[in-house]
């Protein structure tokens, strides 16, 4: 839905919303990755742990991928959402509810109301300063979650969090099944959130606003007022993923608000791509089995080779770096047509 | 970040009951005096930032990578290798700019163009290879550099406890501030690279190399990193970390100085060296917490800096 299709006259305007219709519409690719979400449930049960860090860290991602793939913010603070909510998430297990649903949504909440606050102060400037606001925001939430000891425990971390069962019938267990098919959840039902809001007229505006803020503004998109909101509503995701991230491990230190979680988010985004949804949860399977590897090399110097993968993907290009999908799927399919024709010859053969 | 406390126990003990106003004066004078090191050693730090940031609108958070290297080589030279301090300064100033030309001509120059996104990946990629690299080669630990004599202890002139490193520091980065003015409002290079930046173009149609311009600049900005990260061992801590550490102070350096001119860079170093010297010792429970939110209401109220000519956006 390029601008030469839509100045092709009134005739292509029905072209362009079938193909917005099509964009919306589930893809096989799509179902297929959901059902092997799901399979895993079942087929790798002894992988639990690890696949429920997958499914935070991926919500993570997805969070920032609306700010970034669809809102174009640069951010490299992101971990102050996530931080925020995952404290949240935890004093409210200490001290009001314990009950993990419950506080997942006020977590979430708080960290929206955050989202909102601070969003004010991404809208003016360059990306420069965007990113030195909001580096200078998770720097500033480090700082007083490190100075409110009292409150976070410091750099000790917040200690004795004991989570109920989920929906009181639940109780996380020591295997991380019941961690990992709740993080699923919230994940597929926060990713089913996002989808329709990216095809939503909104996300359309969103997108417009990305790619030419004046021209957007000049046929009647408030560009601020969208910012606001998708900001606003990334952060809310962000503060879910660290209050998941809170009630599986039943602990939360400053470390979910440093630096190197945004930066290393960053580059969970870019190896999935970025402005498409799947960027986050596929970056973060890659990400963590990747990490999951390379701890097993070289346990302490994996940062190393994070920061080799970052210089490595820019030199090579983030664009070139996906051109693989184009040729793999020309070459995958005369295959598929070649199957499909076996198809219609056995059906034929069975009639 | 520590900043480390000059050990004061015996002149704090004789004065803690007393609340005159000639202690307080003192003790006023003396937290400013270490304030004023400590910002001119930020300046010398993050000038280099001043062009390649600020005014080649180039996204480099690996900035204290240059300072970080600095610091080390003087660490090995004079510690393990039995090199003298002041020797081991010009080396460390040549060895950083070195390495800033090495990683400007091999890397750096292809990533000029990219989007910020890809600038800032770059360089954080960068960030983490020297950390983990440094951190493998040499240890974790922090390190310290062995100060000759004459540079220890502290001596009072006129009521005012002055540490003899910290007069070095502030006398020699007084010097180079002093020099960079100079060289770039007086001298050819100065006036090509201000052309350069302001157009370069037209620079460039007037035979200018705009190229070698910013290159020699790259180096040079690196190398008196590197030499602040050498002086700034020890009053600043050396360990692996420090270009992650760090990279905010530089940040704000550029951010709240503008990029107009050395003189705005310089102030803005002076004022959050002596604000964050102050708030560390005389309110320490708000820590960094002060500057976060400085450079944050600046970037907000001045994004061009507060010296800035001109309006703001």
Known sequence: MSTAEI??????????????????RWGRCEIAFWAVALASVFLLPGRHLILAEIAILGLFALSLDLILGYAGIISLGHAAYFGFGAYAAGLLAIHVVAEPVTGLVIAGLAAALLGFLTSFLVLRGSDLTRLMVTLGVALMLKEIANQLAWLTGGADGLQGIVVAPVLGLFSFDITGHVAYVYCLIVLFVLFLVARRLVNSPFGLSLRAARDNPLRASSIGIGVNRRLVAIYTIAAGYAGIAGALLTQTTAFASMDVLSFERSADLLLVLIVGGTGYLYGGPVGAILFKLMQDWLAGLTPQYWQFWVGCLFVLIVLV?????IDWIGPVRAALRPIGAHLAARLQVARDARK | MKLRRRPNRRF???????????YRGIGVLTVAFDGI?????????????????????FVNLAHGVFAMAGGYITVVLVNRLGFSFFAALPIAFLFAALLGLLLEQ???RRVYAKSPLDQVLFTIG??????AAVDYVIGSQ?????????LQGQFELFGVGIGRYRLLIVVLCGLIALALQFILARSRFGSRLRAAVDDPRTARGLGINVGAVFSATFAVGSGLAGLGGALGAEILGLDPTFPLKFMVYFLIVVSVGGTTSVSGAFLASLLLGIGDVAGKY?????????????MIAVLIWRPRGLFARGTAR
């Open chain 1, 7 to 24: 100045s092709h006259g009134a005739s292509s305007l029905a072209d362009v919303g079938r193909s917005l219709t099509g964009e919306a």
């Open chain 1, 317 to 321: 290009g983030r664009e070139r770096m």
């Open chain 2, 12 to 22: 704090d003990a004789a004065f803690a009951n007393l609340s005159s106003p000639t």
């Open chain 2, 37 to 57: 090191a400590y910002g001119m050693l930020l300046f010398v730090l993050a000038c280099g930032l001043v062009v390649t940031l600020g005014v080649m609108n």
């Open chain 2, 106 to 108: 091999s890397l750096y």
């Open chain 2, 126 to 131: 960068l960030v983490f290879v020297s950390v």
């Open chain 2, 142 to 150: 922090q390190q310290f550099v062995d100060l000759p004599g004459p």
């Open chain 2, 282 to 294: 005389y309110v320490p429970k708000f820590g960094g917490f002060a500057i976060y939110t400085i």
